[in-house]
Nanobody, 118 residues
Framework: QVQLEESGGGLVQAGGSLRLSCAAS????????MGWYRQAPGKQRELVAT???????DYGDSVKGRFTVSRDNAKNTVFLQMNSLRPEDTAVYYC????????????WGQGTQVTVSS
């Protein structure tokens, strides 16, 4: 079993920055992808950014150039540096871990609230 623990959410003014962290614990195999998704009230959950254990990264269109995802593979931790935050970035941010091989197994964190005031 894998557990994901998120931290770093909060309230920030537009134009500000926040850094989210997600630490995975348990039995974790190589070939995994860790990343961030978000869900705003009344909207579907959407991709924010992901990073593979091999170093590949992917970003949602709305955050490109503002957010940066990074990983510490030795600690099974993924980070999300969020700069130039906008009110529309307000959402619950969820950490996810899944594998690029084998059965479709995924794990989700409980989410951390990010609120950007105008």
């Amino acid at each position: 079993q894998v557990q994901l623990e998120e931290s770093g959410g909060g309230l920030v003014q537009a134009g500000g920055s926040l850094r989210l962290s997600c630490a995975a614990s348990g039995t974790i195999f190589r070939g995994n992808v860790m990343g961030w998704y978000r869900q705003a009230p009344g909207k579907q959950r959407e991709l924010v950014a992901t990073a593979t254990s091999g170093g590949s990264k992917d970003y949602g269109d709305s955050v490109k150039g503002r957010f940066t995802v990074s990983r510490d593979n030795a600690k099974n931790t993924v980070f999300l540096q969020m700069n130039s935050l906008r009110p529309e970035d307000t959402a619950v941010y969820y950490c996810r871990l899944h594998y690029t091989w084998g059965p479709n197994i995924e794990y989700w964190g409980q989410g951390t609230q990010v609120t950007v005031s105008s």
